[in-house]
């Protein structure tokens, strides 16, 4: 009788646990509401003038709400005037919803570049300096090893000047598509012959496929812009609470307005 009541006892505590954990497992299942708010849209600018005789381009858009579809958002009707250090202005043309190009022209290293935007009435404004330029010398190929699996990646080759605090961007394109976009500095390498990986994998593209490197000299706000960018996303270490990135647009524009050197290198996928 006490082993018959000891096994009812039993039972009805494994029941009861069974009932508790499907429960558990059904509200697991229950569908949440996420309550997000939507906010007023933001004016968003990217824009640049390089050292290359070429239309230059700047793109206006506006941010959109979390439920909408991730897309160029374009502002139509922005003025957009580029204002030279000697001060005179050149007025861009809108080529398509958003999008803005001057005629062709350049950019002088150690000139200081400023550039106005106009939306609504209000203007949106910010300034550049032109590094001096450096030459990208070459691109190789490196292998790594990480947990076993070994990949390939590519290097750009240069020679950073001595004496001068420099920052990079590096922009890997292949196929028409940017796969990788990184800053770089010179802290430790002042002065040194450089050779910086890009950490893409090759091994997601195809025998034939052409890689374009571009080496971007920029001033120290836009490498604080695309640094923090790259924090934000993960990107070279462990992600940081989501922000937007320090702009250096005026009244509360996202965005950058970069003044660079550019020089460029291809290689092929063999």
């Not at 939507?38 to 709400?65: A, F, H, M, W």
Request: glycine fraction near 8%; include cysteine; charged fraction near 20%.
């Amino acid at each position: 009788m006490i082993y018959l009541m000891g096994m009812m006892e039993f039972n009805r505590t494994r029941l009861l646990i069974l009932l508790f954990v499907g429960t558990l497992f059904s509200s697991c299942e229950e569908v949440i509401d996420l309550k997000l708010d939507n906010s007023e849209p933001v004016i968003v600018i990217d824009g640049g003038i390089s050292d290359q005789n070429e239309n230059q381009l700047v793109k206006v858009s506006r941010t959109y709400n979390f439920t909408e579809p991730n897309k160029f958002n374009g502002v139509a009707g922005a003025q957009v005037v580029l204002i030279r250090p000697n001060g005179t202005k050149i007025s861009y043309t809108e080529v398509s919803p958003g999008v803005y190009q001057s005629v062709k022209l350049r950019g002088l290293p150690g000139n200081k570049y400023t550039l106005d935007v106009t939306v609504g009435g209000k203007t949106y404004t910010a300034s550049s300096t032109m590094p001096g330029r450096v030459v990208l010398d070459s691109l190789t190929f490196k292998q790594f090893n990480f947990f076993g699996a070994t990949n390939n990646y590519m290097a750009v080759n240069y020679n950073d000047p001595a004496g001068i605090q420099n920052q990079y961007r590096y922009i890997l394109r292949s196929n028409g598509k940017t796969e990788e976009d990184m800053v770089s500095e010179d802290r430790f390498t002042d002065g040194n012959k450089v050779s910086d990986v890009i950490f893409y994998k090759l091994e997601d593209l195809m025998v034939g496929d052409s890689l374009h490197v571009e080496l971007q000299c920029i001033d120290r706000n836009v490498y604080r812009y695309f640094y923090s960018l790259s924090q934000s996303s993960g990107e070279g270490g462990p992600p940081v609470a989501p922000s937007n990135p320090v702009s250096n647009f005026s009244n509360g524009a996202l965005g950058i307005f970069n003044a660079y050197t550019s020089s460029k290198r291809s290689a092929v996928i063999k």
